[in-house]
């Protein structure tokens, strides 16, 4: 009984794990060639000891191991049957069922008198012993029944010690790290909630302090393998190291310098004197100065040109001759590379930038400190359009602009435009030069240097089961502008690290998602999203094609005051939701629940390449000091030094916040059979943009209204059907979320200005709700301009419109077929 629950134990630990057993014997009875065997070989040790002294007393034949022995002729004799009745008439104990379990006990098994052979029945030599007529006293024979009731009792007992041992061996085998062993949960819900519970704060606060470690003493090179080491450990399998050497703007051996010719007067980019002692922000001042600017010595007026607009640069031109003139520029409203087309177009030898600290009320502390900006659009400047791998050709590219650009702090920007002060009570005043101030001449020198360097990409992958060629890539950095200084990619790292450990560990417990995730982390994301815009350019074939959406981690915590989302149209209702469920049971009990801050904006960061270049859908959380409005867009071009994300959030629970609801957002799209977009969502979009402009002509309004009834068409028949389970066709499915993934492709215009996104679906920022491009174009005036980028936008709802019919033509014409 004992041999039969170990086996059995084992039987079913591996029968449980779906393990092909190996090394184990089974429970059938081993057999000779040719014949039937009465015996079953068992673990000596566990059978020995329990036996072999009580039946040293039994005068058991030696050669009854020798004997070959038929169970089914053995119980058709009659010495079997005699024997079951002499029993029962002599061991009555005065409960009859008791007695015959007792009695027959020893006949069911029974052990050879050398201990190392189990019998399914004895030989006849054997049972003789019992088979006597007239026992030779009670006594006796009473003793014999509680010794063998004993030996059963040893074995049953011996037998569940040792079936609850294997079992238990067999289950820590499978999951060395005693983790959960239920299996794969039994429904989304069950998946996601589990996922969630992994993510911990606790987790997150030990892969940052890792990981400044490293920042502190590695370089990228080092921190790319320690990523790629931790992930393996964690348990994902597939991790690989690429490489790529591109074309860096590296600063010059002493900072960049700005000499007042008037007053005789040296400054440092944040308004020191250059013969300031700088040990302690020697790192900071020497960063301070624009990545691929020209370089050299320029000796020039300095214009204030405020914002960079257009009218702000007519009422420059007709001030002055601004040909080769330095201007001071404020960053804000519209990105610094088109500010910096339009000056050069204008004739401006240098520029000046700026942060006005009316444009950040609540960042005092960054009025005397000057910060790093970059003019790469995007990728390795020496090999546009194409990956920087070994043997492929760079281009001698050691500028992106005829421009000498140096980024200033706002003191020094207030000295140079001689502008009032501002009291701290009274209401900020923006700077500006006073019409009275006297013209300021000064001598601009830039000393950087550009310098080949081999970055490292840090790829993952998280096998999909059902669709694998299906990728939903989620992205962080590892590198930073200010050498030596984590900043900010530490928590996106942190946080993508946890999401790692979390779903691996959904894996190991038996799930499998139905696509692909990849899992990513870039290098030179600070000079220009390099490492992001290589990898792409390298896989741009496959994932144009198979790429489903992008999860940005870019600068997951900015601040710890407000929660705002970056998502396509696609994705801001599943940005919505996540966010309300997430933070609806705090709002509730503060009694204030505002509505979730979700707007498709253009942002910082790798995100870039992926709703630019080939306009799958994108989604990105973040915490950030102010509400999205509250301040100047694109503010965030200017790299600041800033301290770490510790500070800002030492219980890391901001961080717990963000990694959640991006990983509910991620298993929404690797898990659900039917992909969570909206294309109705898309369209609104689209023609709310067009409502919002007063210049949108009768025709584009039409197109909208046509598509918007096509989209309307398609979320009726298509989408609703395929999120019913019992409708459900696998094809179908397949077949809509093409359509879905592949929507906002058809929103790519082949040019934009510079620094805007050729996806005409991202606005500048919330305070301009109409297309961006289209604004652009009407703010220049020109009627050329603006009939060509109208076009553009038509071209794109028709293509859009041709694309959701295109899959209701399919639809009705695939037969459809039953799961």
Not at 1 to 19: A, N, P, Q, Y
Not at 164 to 187: H, L, M
Not at 532 to 557: D, F, G, I, K
Not at 592 to 597: A, Q
């Amino acid at each position: 009984m004992g041999t039969s629950l170990i086996t059995g134990s084992v039987d079913s630990c591996f029968r449980h794990k779906g393990i092909e057993k190996q090394g184990f014997y089974t429970s059938a009875p081993l057999q000779a060639p040719g014949k039937d065997m009465a015996y079953r070989k068992v673990t000596a040790d566990h059978s020995m000891p329990l036996h072999s002294r009580d039946l040293e007393n039994e005068d058991l034949p030696a050669t009854a191991l020798e004997l070959e022995w038929d169970m089914e002729k053995e119980l058709e004799e009659p010495h079997f049957d005699q024997f079951q009745l002499d029993n029962i008439d002599h061991h009555h104990l005065g409960n009859s069922t008791q007695s015959t379990d007792l009695d027959m006990e020893p006949i069911q098994v029974s052990v050879s008198p050398q201990g190392r052979f189990e019998r399914l029945q004895e030989d006849p030599d054997y049972l003789s012993h019992y088979t006597r007529q007239a026992p030779k006293s009670n006594r006796t024979n009473w003793l014999k029944v509680a010794k063998y009731f004993c030996v059963g009792s040893c074995l049953f007992i011996s037998g569940l010690l040792i079936s609850y041992y294997v079992r238990k061996t067999c289950r820590s085998d499978i999951f060395p790290n005693n983790e959960a062993t239920q299996g794969p949960p039994s429904t989304s819900s069950d998946l996601y909630q589990n996922v969630i519970q992994k993510i911990r704060a606790k987790n997150i606060e030990i892969h940052f302090r890792d990981f400044k470690q490293l920042s502190d003493k590695e370089e990228d090179t080092s921190i790319a393998r320690s990523l790629a080491e931790r992930w393996t450990e964690l348990g994902l399998t597939d991790v690989h190291l690429v490489n790529y050497t591109v074309l860096l703007s590296l600063p010059g051996s002493t900072p960049n310098t700005i000499t007042d010719k008037d007053r005789g007067l040296c400054f440092l980019p944040n308004g020191k004197p250059c013969d300031a002692d700088t040990k302690h922000d020697h790192i900071d001042q020497l960063y301070s100065y624009a990545a691929y600017s020209a370089k050299g010595v320029l000796e020039a007026e300095v214009i204030d040109v405020q914002y960079g607009t257009l009218d702000d640069l007519i009422q420059a031109h007709a001030a002055t001759n601004v040909a080769n003139k330095i201007a001071l520029l404020k960053l804000g409203h519209v990105p610094l590379l088109y500010k910096l087309s339009l000056l050069a177009e204008a004739g401006f030898g240098g520029v000046l930038p700026y942060v006005d600290p009316c444009d950040q009320p609540n960042d005092k502390h960054f009025l005397e400190k000057a910060f790093g900006i970059t003019l790469n659009t995007g990728g390795d400047p020496s090999t546009p359009g194409y990956p920087g791998i070994d043997g492929v050709y760079h281009e001698n590219q050691l500028n992106l602009t005829t421009l000498l650009v140096q980024p200033i702090s706002a003191s020094l920007a207030k000295q140079l435009l001689s502008a009032p002060g501002t009291g701290a009570d009274v209401r900020c005043i923006p700077l500006a030069m006073p019409v009275t101030s006297a013209k300021r001449t000064i001598t601009l020198h830039i000393k950087s240097n550009t310098k080949y360097r081999t970055i490292h990409n840090v790829i993952g992958y998280l096998k999909g089961i059902t669709n694998p060629d299906r990728y939903v890539l989620v992205g962080s950095h590892h590198d930073s502008w200010y050498d030596k200084n984590g900043g900010e990619w530490i928590s996106g790292a942190a946080i993508n690290t946890e999401l790692i450990g979390s779903l691996v560990t959904q894996v190991r417990n038996g799930w499998q998602p139905d696509r692909t995730t990849v899992f990513c982390s870039w290098g030179g994301s600070a000079f220009g999203n390099i490492g992001s815009y290589e990898w792409t350019e390298e896989m741009r074939e496959v994932l144009e094609s198979n790429a489903v959406a992008y999860v940005s981690l870019y600068n997951p915590v900015r601040g710890n005051g407000s929660l705002h989302a970056i998502a396509s149209p696609s994705l801001q209702q599943l940005a919505a939701e996540a966010i309300n469920k997430r933070l609806s049971l705090n709002c509730t009990r503060r009694g204030k629940c505002s509505p979730p801050d979700v707007s498709s904006v253009q942002t910082q960061g790798d995100v870039d390449f992926f709703a630019n270049q080939l306009g799958i859908p994108t989604i990105e959380f973040a915490y950030q000091e102010t509400k999205t409005g509250e301040k100047q867009s694109f503010l965030s071009e200017a790299l600041f030094p800033v301290d770490s994300s510790e500070t800002l959030d030492p219980s890391f629970n901001v961080h717990e916040t963000v990694a959640k609801l991006t990983g509910e957002a991620l298993l929404l799209m690797v898990n659900e059979p039917v992909l969570p977009f909206s294309a109705l969502d898309v369209v609104l979009d689209v023609q709310n943009k067009l409502r919002d402009d007063k210049f949108t002509s009768d025709q584009l309004l039409a197109f909208a209204g046509t598509l918007r009834e096509t989209a309307q068409l398609f979320q009726s028949d298509e989408m609703r059907p395929a999120n019913d389970p019992k409708e459900r066709d696998t094809m179908h499915v397949r077949m809509l979320n093409d359509v879905l993934q592949d929507l906002e492709k058809n929103f790519i215009i082949p040019q934009a200005p510079l620094g805007f996104y050729r996806n005409i679906l991202y606005a500048l920022d919330e305070r301009t709700p109409q297309f961006s491009i289209l604004k652009e174009a009407q703010d220049r005036g020109k009627p050329n301009h603006l009939n060509k980028t109208v076009n553009m936008v038509l071209n794109c709802m028709n293509s859009a419109q041709k694309h959701i019919e295109t899959g209701l033509d399919l639809f009705e014409n695939v037969p459809k077929r039953k799961n």
